[in-house]
């Protein structure tokens, strides 16, 4: 239990559709990072938020668009969803940003779902 | 482009049994991380390591970081069924926010 909660769990959409995901933080983590898991594969880093500014950018493009909220929840955005976006998102939080020993917390994930 | 190649890609194995994992690049990393993943859950961090030739034991794991920080491996003894998931190494370079992540490798320990 790592304290991050997300939501939903599960979630069909269907080509050209957007999607809002959620996260929860560990209470007093600044921090929150996103990934996206296709299957089989390694998580790939999105995108990282600190104090509620994009604080870094993977090589995701601009549909996939980011918040975070004084509350420690964070929300992660896609438009125009492609059947590639299929995969499980997992958001990530840790109390600070670019340190290399930090300890990233991760949630149990969404997976979405794009027919 | 920094990558991480992790091999074996899969592994199953007897109970009992020895095994190593091993995740390199040729990039160098400032720390990497070893995580463990099992389905439903997201990973879980199991040992950092940041010194080049540093090695970590937890219990049944030994961490090795490569002398020049470009590689690492995972050893596990006498594996047991609840070592059964997908482990994940994730590098990083000092002052940045970006952990790259392995390709991964699905561990399936038989009873």
């Known amino acids: 239990e790592t304290g991050v909660t997300q939501s939903p769990t599960h979630l069909i959409k269907t080509r050209g559709q957007q999607v809002t995901l959620r996260c929860s933080s560990q209470s007093g983590h600044n921090t929150v990072s996103w990934y996206q898991q296709a299957l089989g594969q390694g998580p790939q880093f999105i995108f990282q938020y600190y104090r509620e500014e994009e604080n870094g950018r993977g090589n995701f493009p601009p549909r996939f668009s980011g918040l975070q909220f004084p509350n420690y929840s964070s929300e992660l955005n896609v438009n125009a969803l492609e059947l590639d976006d299929s995969a499980l998102y997992l958001c990530?939080?840790?109390?600070?940003?670019?340190?290399?020993?930090?300890?990233?917390?991760f949630g149990p994930g969404t997976r979405l779902l794009v027919l | 482009t920094q990558l991480l190649e992790q091999s074996p890609q899969f592994l199953s194995i007897q109970e009992g049994e020895n095994l190593t994992v091993y995740c390199n690049s040729s990039s160098v990393f400032s720390s990497l991380q070893w995580y463990r993943q099992e389905p439903g859950e997201g990973p879980v961090l199991l040992v950092t390591?940041?010194?080049?030739?540093e090695v970590k034991k937890l219990k049944r794991l030994t961490f090795q970081f490569g002398d020049a920080r470009k590689d690492s491996s995972l050893h596990i003894t006498a594996a047991q069924p609840g070592d059964t998931g997908l482990y994940l190494c994730a590098g990083t370079t000092s002052g940045t926010y970006k952990y790259i992540f392995g390709t991964g490798t699905r561990l399936k320990v038989l009873a």
């Open positions: 390591v940041v010194t080049g030739g």
């Open positions: 990530a939080s840790s109390l600070l940003a670019g340190a290399s020993q930090e300890t990233q917390y």
